[in-house]
């Protein structure tokens, strides 16, 4: 089995990779899509094949995705990103990319997505087949575009037979990333009974 994973050199992509090299069987294969030769070394010296590329480029996507058999799509626009980029990376490129993966003859395809779809809440703990509804008042676009870019691939299962598995993740935090920090701006307008759950980048991994 060959497997590509787009946002490789991410917060938590960076650390994916290495425990997908580790688990990956004899004769098996990761492929990480990075825009550029050098922030694919990483990955490279670990055992990973680099294919060089912009997601949004339908051409590197295509040779990206010759021989794979399942995609991990980690990339994603968000966290001060003009709303325009959030809805052509998160949405755009990541049903762009399935499309392409059913083309290629890949067969099942891995979604990282975020519980920010399920809104600002229901007054109770969200569950699975909870509706979206995601809030764009705190967020930007960043929710609703991920909440899209899930309808669309789970249309191409429907329609083609990719079997799209989704990951909502939860408040991602770790070591180098100032997300934590940043997101104290925001708490003084929290409203008390608001809760945050989080999830480190090698938990996620």
């Known amino acids: 089995m060959l497997t590509l994973v787009t946002g490789a050199t991410g917060e938590v992509g ?55 058999d399942a995609v991990v799509n980690i990339a994603a626009a968000f966290r001060g990103v003009p709303d325009e980029e959030a809805w052509t990376v998160n ?31 229901r007054g109770r703990p969200a569950v699975e087949d909870d509706e979206p509804l995601p809030d764009t008042a705190m967020w930007g676009a960043y929710p609703a575009s991920k909440a899209e870019a899930e309808r669309g691939l789970l249309e191409l299962h429907r329609e083609h037979g990719l079997d799209v598995r989704i990951g909502r993740l939860a408040f991602v935090y770790g070591e180098g990333d100032a997300h934590l920090a940043q997101s104290l701006r925001w708490a003084g307008g929290w409203a008390g009974h608001k809760r945050l759950p989080m999830v480190h980048h090698a938990d996620v991994a």
């Open 91 to 121: 949405r755009d490129a990541a049903v762009d990319l399935g499309r392409a993966a059913v083309e290629a003859g890949a067969g099942r395809f891995v979604q990282v997505s975020t519980n920010l779809v399920y809104g600002a809440g």
């Open 14 to 68: 960076r650390r994916f990779v290495p425990r997908l090299l580790q688990w990956t069987a004899p004769g098996d294969g990761v492929r990480v899509l990075v825009r550029d030769e050098a922030r694919g070394v990483a990955a490279a010296r670990l055992g990973a094949q680099v294919a060089v590329g912009e997601l949004r480029d339908p051409e590197a996507v295509r040779k990206a995705l010759a021989g794979v």
